[in-house]
């Protein structure tokens, strides 16, 4: 499709979206029958699957990312001439000629990242693949390529696993309808909107059908419609937010049933932001990991690569912080579940899904030395004549430059509580010191109720 006047093009798409309500049995007067918002059919076995995962990578990436604004949120109350040069400009500049999702994905993998999660398409209409509904997509600029399809190919030669965000909200449909761009307002919706919820329809199964077995869905919008949609298409897909609790830019205060997964930015906006931001520092993303995984949920990390197609300097360099800690203690991260306490004070806790395993992450010990022993006691846990202590990531048999030396742990246990001694003997940095939590493994635990 020609590119040079995305507006003259799109008035043969509102026609034929409006062609796709009428086969959709949809009333332009009324409403088709949908599932409450809250309902959910995602498998149980598929469920534990998700809770097994532990960190996602949530990418924001779109033809806006050009302006470094945040993302399609801009439309909303701008003026004709901001929308016009949004709709017909945009696309032409966008050229991401140093987009190589192979580059994406080794990074991921090394950062521990299990599960992809990208805006095929964002509020503002742009598609991020190729499609028939509309003009307003990757293919109609001078990259003319389908991203999506990379992505999808080049994580999943990674071995991880793909899922697609998308948007039931379309601010290009209101622009060919002539509408205010709203999220809000009822026409701004795609169950008051016929034609909008069947360009939505048309849009996910083009994305459900050409891209292989998607393993989850995150809906940012009015679900109903969609989601009955997407597991009539595949009852495998885990739908994320629009049948799950999807808590963005917070943590709940405790454990909540069932799955769910908090998504947050590295930096204060989803987008890439050229200026004005501040970054997340490793630690904190990796202490916000422990805490989102004590209380049984996934953590979703969103980057925001550059219109060019490079992701940051600094978001790359704290995925490689976080993939250092992942490398050495992920075991207590994947495939574990609340421990019936999630901390005692400056200690959280996960345990192994099949096994009387706990970890006990030690946080907030900014300077813990290669070689200095610390002393920690636990109240929530027990151990038996079969359980060993140990520190993640070291064998307790060798401290570098000091064969003397027993850094093996040491553990005594009284009505007062377990009381562990252990010692850091892992080099991870040049300088032997390590700001970031330390990990210590309990076997054969049991509960202190």
């Not at 499709?1 to 796709?20: D, E, F, P, Y």
């Not at 389908?146 to 190919?153: S, Y």
């Not at 048309?202 to 679900?223: K, M, N, V």
Request: charged letters at 20%; aromatic letters at 10%.
């Amino acid at each position: 499709m020609s590119s040079t006047n995305v507006n003259h093009t799109g008035r043969h798409a509102a026609q034929w979206i409006l062609v796709l309500a009428v086969i959709a049995g949809i009333s332009a007067y009324g409403q088709a029958p949908v599932q409450s918002a809250s309902s959910s059919k995602n498998k149980a076995d598929r469920e534990a699957w998700f809770m097994d995962q532990g960190l996602g990578l949530f990418i924001h990436w779109s033809v806006d990312s050009q302006l470094g604004s945040v993302i399609s949120h801009s439309m909303v109350g701008a003026s004709q001439a901001y929308l016009d040069r949004f709709v017909n400009e945009l696309p032409k500049t966008f050229c991401p000629d140093q987009f190589n999702p192979e580059q994406w994905a080794r990074l991921a993998r090394i950062a521990g990242v299990k599960y992809v999660v990208f805006t095929t398409k964002h509020h503002s209409g742009f598609c991020m693949f190729d499609t028939e509904t509309t003009p307003f997509n990757v293919m109609n600029t001078p990259y003319a390529r389908d991203i999506t399809r990379q992505i999808v190919n080049a994580f999943r030669s990674q071995g991880i696993s793909v899922g697609f965000y998308f948007s039931p909200d379309d601010f290009w449909v209101l622009y060919q309808q002539g509408k205010d761009i709203s999220r809000r307002r009822a026409e701004a919706l795609p169950l008051n909107n016929p034609e909008l919820m069947a360009h939505n329809k048309a849009q996910l199964r083009e994305l459900l059908s050409s891209y292989g077995p998607i393993d989850t869905l995150f809906l940012d919008g009015q679900p109903d419609g969609l989601k009955a949609l997407a597991w009539d298409m595949d009852p495998n897909v885990i739908i994320t937010r629009g049948a799950m609790e999807t808590p963005e830019q917070k943590t709940p205060d405790g454990p909540m049933p069932g799955p769910w997964e908090a998504c947050y930015t590295l930096g204060t906006q989803w987008q890439f932001k050229p200026t004005n931001d501040e970054y997340k520092s490793g630690t904190q993303l990796i202490e916000m990991l422990i805490e989102i995984r004590a209380k049984g949920g996934n953590f979703l990390l969103n980057v925001g690569p550059e219109p060019s197609g490079v992701i940051p300097f600094e978001q790359e360099r704290r995925m490689r912080e976080l993939g250092l800690w992942l490398f050495v203690n992920g075991e207590a991260i994947y495939a574990i579940r609340p421990w019936h306490v999630i901390r005692e004070e400056n200690i959280w806790f996960t345990r192994a899904r099949d096994a009387d395993t706990v970890y006990a992450f030690v946080t907030g010990i900014p300077d813990w030395k290669k070689g200095q022993r610390r002393q920690f006691t636990l109240k929530s846990v027990r151990v038996t004549e079969a359980s060993d202590i140990e520190i993640l990531g070291q064998s307790g048999r060798v401290l570098e430059y000091n064969p003397q030396a027993n850094p093996r742990a040491k553990w005594t246990q009284d009505e007062n509580g377990l009381h562990i001694d252990v010692m850091r003997a892992q080099r991870l940095y040049n300088n032997s010191q390590w700001p970031n939590p330390v990990v210590i493994k309990i076997t054969h635990a049991q509960p202190v109720k």
